[in-house]
């Protein structure tokens, strides 16, 4: 499916606007035959394309766009709303070529993933918006100077091209959602797709979400008053239609669907939102989601001049990619925060994360380096335990016995009552079994228990000690079966 979407022809056919008395336009229509099995009971086995896709406009609405076009005050608009249609016109058939590969995949394969698919396989709905999104032009409505009236037509007009290029889709998608819960949500956002390329995220409101599929409004209609999980169950609908947004960085989008769906409305703010959005998502293993809202959040935060808020959301924005495996990407995150927000709470212990994050990329070189300077710094006074730690492991990485012997012996001099000495007590615990010195080994073991009884390193202490004692007993039984042998007669030869 992958190179069958990429093949697909990239010129752009003309786009005709036509009056025509208001009403929904000509459903297009298409051979189906239906297959029944466990999972699902109509599913799109043949598919024959359609005409290419026209948009008519109704009358009054023809007639209000022509005279902005004709009136050339507002050329820089009319030009982006004529992009978006003749790249609307384009992507039709893609996304009908890939709901038509849909059901042909394995129920499992459906899950919508943020991962590309291999050639032949279907893609996720975040794939098929990801190829698509390069047709449709980057400017928004929010970057140019209009009328409010002129931007209430021009709206109309692209809300009424999605809705109306996206009804066969619609329909198709239907058959997808009702054959199983799992076909459910790559259905459900399928049918977001070509709606979230026409119409900017800043301008997504309850008019476009009505204007879905009707099916798909049906399901988030329900939310306000569903209280079973039947097939009308719909608090799956508005997470499936939730999370599709956030996938693809439209967090306006995901705000007003949770608005929309929830019955009565919550008192918060969009901030406060993606927080708590943001808290799932990182329950759910959603960290690039969780990373999005977090974003959006931060940013939102500095432009209130909320300088707390922005600290404490940038160092969850540095967690989310440091989940994700992208420590580096973390770190610079966690410098930003160190660099702008010292002066805050949690800017105050954001050196923490940044050397931790600088460790987890193994620049350890970078580790001393930086773990030094903050150490030196009264601003971070109450992190210089865990600076000096980071710095004496960070040379046990370089290989620098010197050094890490004279941090070993400054941390031990300074903070031997810290926690993180019985870490420390721990590694030179494994380092003296490395080379088969029993009596440091013992030494060391002996102090964690002594003076930190409760750190996370007991349990593993006390299996080495198990493991040494079983040691000790299997060696002693051998040397008693070895005496033993040794006191036997030797029989004559």
């Not at 005709?16 to 466990?38: E, I, K, M």
């Not at 890939?98 to 129920?107: D, R, T, Y």
């Not at 026409?198 to 988030?220: F, G, H, N, S, Y």
Request: glycine share 4%.
């Amino acid at each position: 499916m992958n190179h069958q979407l990429r093949a697909m022809p990239m010129t752009t056919p003309a786009v005709t606007v036509l009056p025509t008395s208001p009403g929904p336009s000509t459903t297009r229509r298409a051979s189906w035959a239906t297959l029944t099995g466990l999972a699902c009971f109509a599913l799109l086995s043949s598919f024959v394309h359609a005409a290419p896709w026209t948009l008519k406009l109704p009358e009054k609405l023809a007639s209000e766009w022509q005279k902005i076009r004709a009136s050339k005050t507002a050329v820089e608009a009319v030009k982006l709303v004529e992009q978006r249609l003749a790249a609307l016109a384009t992507s039709v058939p893609k996304i009908e070529e890939s709901l038509a590969a849909m059901p042909a995949i394995p129920f499992p394969e459906l899950v919508d993933k943020h991962r590309p698919a291999a050639d032949g396989q279907v893609l996720a709905p975040s794939h098929v918006f990801d190829l698509l999104r390069p047709e449709f032009p980057e400017k928004s409505f929010g970057s140019i100077t209009l009328a409010p009236q002129t931007k209430a037509v021009l709206l109309q007009v692209l809300r009424y091209a999605a809705k109306d290029a996206n009804q066969a889709i619609g329909e198709r998608a239907f058959l997808l959602a009702a054959g199983s819960q799992q076909q459910a949500a790559p259905a459900m956002r399928i049918a977001l797709v070509l709606p979230f390329l026409c119409i900017d995220d800043a301008d997504w409101d309850e008019d476009d979400i009505r204007a879905l599929p009707k099916w798909l409004v049906t399901r988030l209609e329900g939310a306000r008053k569903a209280t079973g999980t039947g097939p009308e169950e719909t608090p799956s609908a508005r997470a499936a239609c939730e999370h599709f947004a956030l996938s693809v960085n439209r967090v306006g989008s995901a705000w007003a669907f949770h608005r929309f769906a929830t019955n009565p409305p919550k008192e918060q703010s969009l901030t406060q939102y993606l927080e708590e959005k943001a808290r799932t998502c990182f329950a759910g293993s959603y960290y690039r989601e969780a990373g999005i809202c977090l974003s959006a959040a931060a940013a939102r935060s500095e432009a209130d001049k909320d300088r707390e808020a922005a600290a404490r959301l940038r160092l969850a924005l540095a967690r989310s990619m440091a989940k994700l495996g992208c420590p580096a990407d973390a770190a610079k995150e966690a410098l930003h925060v160190v660099k702008n927000y010292a002066d805050t709470a949690a800017g105050a212990r954001a050196v923490l994360p940044r050397v931790h994050y600088l460790f987890q990329d193994e620049k350890f070189a970078a580790v001393g380096t930086e773990a030094e300077t903050y150490g030196k710094d009264p601003r971070f006074a109450p992190c210089r335990p865990q600076l000096l730690y980071a710095r004496w492991l960070a040379s046990v990485r370089l290989r620098k016995p010197e050094d890490e012997d004279r941090l070993r012996q400054a941390y031990l001099a300074e903070f031997a009552k810290n926690p993180l000495t019985a870490e420390m007590y721990y590694f030179l615990v494994c380092q003296s079994l490395a080379v088969a010195d029993m009596d440091a080994a013992n030494e060391y073991m002996d102090k964690i228990a002594a003076e930190f009884p409760e750190s996370r390193v007991m349990k593993p202490v006390q299996g080495i000690r198990q493991r040494i004692a079983s040691e000790q007993e299997k060696i002693a039984r051998q040397e008693k079966r070895r005496a033993e042998l040794l006191k036997k007669p030797v029989p004559a030869p």
